[in-house]
């Protein structure tokens, strides 16, 4: 039994054996494969043939044991799939992708193939298209060479916030390697302005990723007086006596020789007359980006590299801008304070202002004079020192008369001085107001760059302004056309409501406003409110309306019923207006279209056509009401189209609703154009304002 057992042991030990020689000869095999295949490589990367290079250096580098052989083909394997613009294989080993570079030995190599991994998922295209099948992948899609029933079938894909997160892992890791190579090396120069840059692109990712992927609040974002920097100071206006005429003040002089105003941006365009909630990113990587720009300044500063540190100087400005100005609204209410004198100068990591300062004084010369000078100018502007902006954009245009910035710094001037003036009506209309006799009625008044504001309300003669003009048909309601009629200056009467206030000279740059300036609408008719200021003068229609104006459509007539307010009918009132109808028609057109979509070889071939197109096509109407105050016109015939969906029609007038209840009309049917020819054209119908008949659909007393 002993001798079996002596036997069997034997055997095992030569099977063992020869296993082991076995693997010995497949490794030997296996790493002669390998080096077969960075052979190969090395020969296909020096003939730029970067797709083979990258398929063997990819082999190499998964079998070659430790040593220069791997580095280079792990390095030379990343280089040759971004330059390849492998995406589907990047995205394969992104997982891995930490693993696959930590096999490079040398520390120094390892820190650039970090960084070059990094920057390729923050730079890359990051949308690429997936085909029917779910699987197909492509970056470069050319829709026109498909049929169009198989564009719908590929859908597109985003991988920016994955990319970016593994930009910033990434650029972590070379960020650290880089650091203990400095440890291990210190004053390698070369390694110090490399880790320098590393640091700089990792804070950038810092950024990104913090507002792409971090918590969000709903803050408030506004500039603008509310922070104790000046606007609307509560002055007491005294208001006159209802239907008193008050001595106009003079106005302030008009440009001379009919200058022209600089193109004001709205107010809605502006910085500082921004208001609302919006979702504000938190930014908890901003004390780490401020811990690593600090420390890279000190590094510049071992290297005495002036360029270097006003480079840093530079990014860290404008890293707080970014981080700051445009998207943290607290931090913006603490900076836009300055002018409390209980409160400190606001900590240099979160304030652009002495950064930017800083790069001035310490390194004038630079290539960034121009920009930090005009950047300086433009936080002023954007935190309402427009003292402050005004003087930093005119030492820009001494020091630097040929910057590029001029030209937006002359702008930004421009709105800053701007004079602006515009009112809003109770009534919720933004360019008229209609109200009945003795219905409240007030303006709210926003007004900068002027001295004063008056208000005032002059009468109207609307039916001697139509009577005048020989073809009113283009007039719909428009306060801009009626003003190009002959005789409209004529028409308007002396005012008959007044009110002024004045500007606070210490914040004319500020809007300022009043709200719930009263309108006394007590006599019916037309009037014109006018808003004034300087050179700039703002009108709009406000009509006093003692009527109503219902509508009912009958099988082949249609019906209205013109009243006054308390029921009674209006005799021998002059309507005009007019039926819209919407054709859809088909236009044939020519096309030149490939003969094969798949093969542009082949040539070109035309071919028809259709397109639909809509068309309006307007029919008037004209008459007067009877002595029951019923007016009644034909319907236009029906017509037909070659496609498309039927014509529609629409009656449109330019009277009004019933005064007192305007929630009772019926809104106009889809397709009625927003404004109506041809307004009433007696003085008791220039209901002007309203720009379309609204009324019901039948009139009091009819079935």
Known sequence: M???????????????????????????????EAQAALARADAAFEARRIADAANDYLK??????????????????????????????????????????????????????????????????????????????????????????????????????????????????????SRTLLELQPGAKPQLERHVAITLEYCDLLEVNDRMQGRTVNA???????????????????????????????????PAGG??????????????????????????????????IETAGRRAEDLKDKALQAAILYRRAVLMMNVGLYGNAVLNARLTDWRNPAKAEPDIT???????????????????????????????????????????????EKDHPKSRYIGEARRLVQVIEFPQLFTSFSTGGAENALVAPGQPLSISVYARNVDSVRVSLRPLDLGRVLAEAGNADHVYADLAELQKLPGFEQALGLSVMDQSFKLDPDS??????????????????????????????????????????QRRRLAETEQFWVTTRDGRPLADAIIRGGYHENLFVSVPYRETVPVDERDLTK???????????????????????DASG??????????????????????????????????????????????CPSPCATCALSCTATGRCTVPATRPGCA
């Open 2 to 32: 002993q001798r079996t057992f002596l036997t069997v042991a034997v055997l095992v030990s030569l099977a063992a054996i020869s296993i082991a020689i076995s693997h010995s000869f497949q490794a030997q095999d296996r790493l002669k």
């Open 350 to 396: 979160r304030d652009p202002r002495p950064l930017l300062r800083k790069l001035l004084q310490d390194h004038k010369g630079s290539i960034w004079d121009d920009e930090a000078r005009f950047l300086l100018g433009y936080i002023g502007y954007y935190l309402n020192d427009f003292d402050a902006a005004r003087s930093e954009f005119e030492q820009l």
């Open 220 to 254: 408030m974002h506004f500039f603008g007086s509310d922070y104790g920097v000046g606007g609307y100071r509560n002055v007491e206006v005294e208001y006159p006596q209802p239907e008193e005429v008050v001595e106009e003040e003079p106005e302030d002089p008009q």
């Open 60 to 177: 190499a580098a998964g079998t070659l044991p430790e040593g220069s052989d791997r580095d280079r083909a792990v390095t030379r394997a990343l280089v040759c799939l971004a330059e390849a613009g492998r995406h589907e294989q990047w995205d394969g080993m992104s997982a891995g992708i930490t693993g696959f570079i930590q096999r490079i030995s040398e520390l120094d190599k390892r820190v650039d193939a970090f960084r070059m991994a990094g920057l390729y998922f923050a730079s890359r295209d990051h949308d690429y298209h997936v085909g029917p099948d779910g699987k197909t992948r492509d970056y470069v899609l050319r829709p026109e060479l498909m049929k169009k029933d198989e564009v719908w079938r590929w859908r597109e894909v985003s991988t920016l916030s994955r990319d970016l997160l593994l930009a910033r892992g990434l650029l972590y890791e070379a960020h650290e390697a």
């Open 259 to 292: 200058a022209v105003l600089p193109t004001a941006a709205q107010p809605e365009q502006e910085p500082f007359t921004r208001r609302g909630y919006y979702l504000q990113p938190e930014y908890p990587s901003l004390p780490t980006i401020n811990a690593l």
């Open 508 to 549: 004319r740059h500020f809007y300022h406003w009043r709200d719930g300036l009263p309108l006394y609408t007590s006599t019916p008719g037309v009037f014109l409110l006018e808003v004034s200021g300087g050179p700039v003068l703002e009108r709009k229609l406000v009509q006093v309306a003692d009527l109503a104006v």
């Open 603 to 625: 040539g070109t071939q035309q071919v028809t056509r259709f397109r639909e197109e809509r068309q309006l096509v307007q029919q008037d109407v004209k008459g007067a009401t």
């Open 630 to 675: 019923l007016f009644e016109t034909a319907l236009p015939p029906t017509r037909s189209t070659t496609s498309g969906p039927p014509w529609t029609s629409e009656a449109c007038c330019t009277w009004s609703t019933t005064p007192m209840s305007p929630s009772a009309s019926r809104p106009p049917r889809p397709g009625c154009p927003s404004r």
